[in-house]
């Protein structure tokens, strides 16, 4: 077969070239009457320069979520649009999310459109987040015209409303980064103040202006210490009256005593300014739980964006069967609804009229549809293929299945072992022996020189403050998760390379996991003299116009298709040019002609039959095809004596295949999320640490209970933040390789713990004596730090092979 060539617009394969238009002085192919449709637009509007500025192709316009009319016209309802809309005197503003946004291109071809609209006073659009910002007369323009202009140059545009939640943490995000900055630009001005009042470089400092100097330093202390450092003392207090000893405490007795210190040297003159240290300890700390918050807020954007999974309307059918389209809101239990081909299942119910194919993949994670009739149930955010179903509804909202998953996943997390709760019970014991042997000293130094007694537990308290301790393992994990990152793979939770030392099983889902997630058409085996691009012209005339996903393997056709029909589960029939032609399951088919059932090696793939009145024409071979780096990832588990086990949501006979072809001994197939879990659950109550590879959603609950979960680069939003690690590039080799720089970090990060021990176990005794004064504990401590940073660099140097593709 020879290569097609790609479509102009969305880069498609191209099978029938009559779809052209002049762009840019020159003719160009189109797949599809759409592509060529949107490129017609474009031009026609002056825009043409888009195609010179983007760096990527646009989605195909047929492939975007479709917004039939009705739908639309619901988004002018003043009660719907209370949520996204505000006016003020004739102006109207609203927020939009933009759908099928490839490159900065995209935004400025949207931009330019719509400001070619008289109407339209004001349009911005963010690229990053796909958010639009729109202004414009509505008494004389509608928004559900605006939105219907967008689609006619391939977008599709949909109410943007901010999740309470989730706008919540951004503004605790806001506000940590802005105390993080004022305590480091203070710092760094109170640290140069500090110094020249140091005996070392009080140089020519002229009459009184020492004094200036340590007002200056309190002044741009006090907003470290009372603003910046808030949080430590807050939780400090809050240990105090829990008696749950954290570094909070360890920290607030350092930066408190350190600041009194500073006050007291300032009224009198006398001693050394500790300001310094109590902008340093902030800026560490601070940093740490900054990064920590950013983790948690893309959790909970993810959780949050799992809702829109569903639609925002639907078609309720009245007593005498005519529909009305109303919103999901307005959704009631025993509702009567129609659900139109190529549209999502609003709510959980069971058809009570018509049949189709429902695509489930979302949830089970089987890419096929599955054949679903009277009488069966269908599940909220599933999608109907192929025919039209009239569904009885039977749960709403928080009872679907859908929201059970996320009930699932929030329970899973909670139950997720922490990296942090570890590090806390260690620290509670070394704070708990630091305040003790700080007591002991303060008592008998005011026995021997009650003048002393201050200074030298100020001294122990600072120079044992747990900074190197607490940076120990942070450092390293951060730089070997940049290391990781260029090998592309990304963690998003520090846990994973300490805690694949303890692994023991791996779980793998195989859809989109250990296979590329797609059918792909792999081979044709004609049974007649036609050659085999006739056969595939043939085959994609009768897919052309199907929702079914083994459509999207065969492109577009230079054939038109007339009264074509749909047997859910069985296949297609249409005529093409007069003669009546089947694709599908082969009895199906042969149903047509009378003729027997054709001879094949049906042992790999999807093999469907193309036929017509009189004879059996061809076999099509479509596979879900095996990723290439597959094998090595399992040898490399193997080879650690890892048990692995597939668990998969798709039911077919390839499942075992691959199983054996992998030497994965346990492969279970037809699974649900509660089956996942159940399995997963199992095994760690018979002491086994579990790794899970997973791309979907059906994977969300165990990839979150898992002890370490990875995603794949191409899994849904929702996998990626509940796993612990992301491969962004999607190339399963990276595993191996950030497996040995796993073993790497874990020594790295014992050697870092080991001199933070160490370190503080030689200068306990000689802060105790008396020999190491305020300044040179907060030095010694500060080059403590350095050198776990310093230690853990080491990590950084990770010879990429091959660069990722993301």
């Not at 840019?24 to 017609?40: E, H, I, K, T, Y």
């Not at 989605?59 to 975007?64: G, K, M």
């Not at 927020?95 to 349009?123: F, M, N, S, Y």
């Amino acid at each position: 077969m020879s290569t097609p060539q790609p479509c102009y617009h969305c880069g498609l394969p191209v099978l029938d070239p009559s779809f052209t238009a002049v762009v840019l002085n020159q003719p160009r192919l189109f797949c599809c009457p759409g592509c060529l449709a949107v490129a017609q637009t474009i031009v026609a509007g002056g825009l043409e320069s888009y195609y010179q500025h983007r760096s990527e192709n646009s989605n195909n316009p047929e492939s975007l979520a479709s917004l039939i009319p009705d739908e639309l016209k619901l988004l002018d309802r003043e009660d719907l649009q209370a949520k996204f809309v505000t006016s003020e005197g004739e102006q109207t503003h609203a927020k939009l999310l933009i759908e099928g946004i490839t490159c900065a291109a995209c935004g400025w071809l949207i931009e330019k459109h719509l400001r070619d609209i008289p109407q339209v006073k004001q349009a911005h659009i963010n690229v990053s987040n796909h958010r639009l910002e729109l202004s414009w007369t509505k008494d004389s323009l509608a928004l559900s015209d605006i939105i219907f202009s967008l689609r006619k140059i391939g977008y599709a545009a949909h109410p943007w409303q901010p999740d309470v939640a989730t706008e919540r943490m951004a503004q605790e995000n806001h506000r940590a980064l802005r105390k993080l900055g004022i305590a480091g630009l203070l710092w760094m001005q109170v640290m140069m103040a500090s110094m020249a009042t140091w005996p070392e470089f009080n140089i020519d400092l002229s009459e009184g202006m020492d004094v200036i100097l340590r007002w200056v330093s309190l002044m741009m202390t006090t907003p470290i210490v009372f603003y910046c450092s808030s949080e430590f003392f807050l939780g400090a207090w809050r240990d105090i009256k829990t008696r749950h000893l954290t570094m909070d405490v360890s920290v607030s007795l350092a930066i408190g005593g350190a600041y009194i210190a500073g006050i007291w040297s300032t009224i009198t003159g006398q001693g050394e300014l500790y300001f310094d240290a109590c902008g340093m300890f902030a800026l560490f700390l601070l940093s740490g739980r900054y990064l920590e918050r950013r983790a948690r807020e893309r959790t909970s954007i993810a959780t949050a964006q799992l809702v829109n999974l569903l639609p925002a309307s639907c078609l309720r059918l009245d007593e005498q069967g005519q529909s009305q389209r109303i919103l999901l809101k307005e959704l009631q239990l025993n509702d009567v609804i129609s659900i139109p081909p190529g549209s999502l299942m609003p709510a959980d119910g069971v058809i009570i009229e018509g049949s189709s194919s429902v695509d489930e993949s979302l949830l089970t994670g089987e890419y096929l549809p599955l054949p679903r009739g009277k009488g069966d149930h269908v599940t909220a955010g599933t999608l109907n293929v192929e025919g039209p179903l009239t569904v009885k509804v039977d749960a709403l909202g928080d009872d679907t299945r859908l929201s059970a998953i996320v009930r699932l996943l929030e329970r899973a997390q909670s139950t997720k072992p922490r990296l942090a709760e570890i590090a806390d019970k260690v620290a509670q014991w070394f704070l708990v022996s630091v305040l003790l042997i700080a007591a002991l000293v303060g008592i008998a130094w005011l026995e021997i020189d009650s003048s002393r007694a201050f200074w030298i537990v100020l001294s122990l308290l600072v120079a044992t403050c747990p900074c190197a301790l607490s940076l120990a393992t942070p450092t390293a994990l951060t730089a070997a998760t940049g290391s990781l990152h260029k090998l592309g793979l990304l963690l998003t939770r520090g846990h994973v390379l300490e805690g694949l030392k303890h692994i023991d099983t791996v779980i793998f889902d195989k859809t989109g996991t250990l296979t590329e997630g797609k059918l792909s058409l792999r081979h044709i085996h004609p049974l007649t003299d036609m050659t085999t691009d006739e056969c595939l012209q043939l085959a994609a005339a009768l897919e052309e116009s199907s929702e079914h996903p083994i459509a999207r393997a065969f492109g577009r056709s230079k054939y038109t298709t007339e009264n074509l029909i749909s047997y859910p589960g069985l296949g297609l029939e249409g005529s093409i040019e007069g003669k009546k032609w089947r694709i599908g399951r082969a009895d199906f088919v042969c149903q047509l002609s009378n003729i027997a059932l054709p001879k094949s090696d049906q042992q790999q793939g999807q093999w469907l039959l193309l036929g017509n009145e009189q004879q059996a024409v061809a076999w099509l071979v479509l596979d879900d095809k095996l990723r290439s780096d597959a094998k090595d990832l399992l040898d490399a588990c193997h080879a650690k004596g890892w048990n692995t086990l597939l668990l998969s949501g798709d039911s077919s006979p390839m499942v075992q295949s691959i199983a054996k072809e992998l030497n994965i001994k346990d492969a279970r197939a037809g699974l649900t999320p509660d089956d996942k879990l159940a399995v997963l659950q199992q095994l760690r109550e018979q002491g086994h640490k579990v790794l899970m590879l997973g791309d979907g959603v059906n994977d969300v609950p165990v990839l979150a209970a898992a002890d370490i979960s990875i995603a794949m680069g191409s899994a849904t939003d929702l996998a990626k933040t509940s796993a612990d690690a992301i491969l962004l590039s999607n190339r399963l080799s990276s595993l191996v390789e950030g497996f040995k720089l796993a073993k790497r970090t874990r020594h790295i990060i014992i050697e870092n713990l080991a001199w933070a021990t160490l370190y503080n176990g030689l200068v306990i005794p000689f802060a105790a004596v008396g020999w190491v004064t305020p300044g040179w504990a907060a030095l010694g401590m500060s080059i403590s730090s350095l050198l776990v940073v310093v230690n853990a660099l080491r990590l950084t140097y990770v010879k990429v092979h091959e660069q990722p593709q993301h």
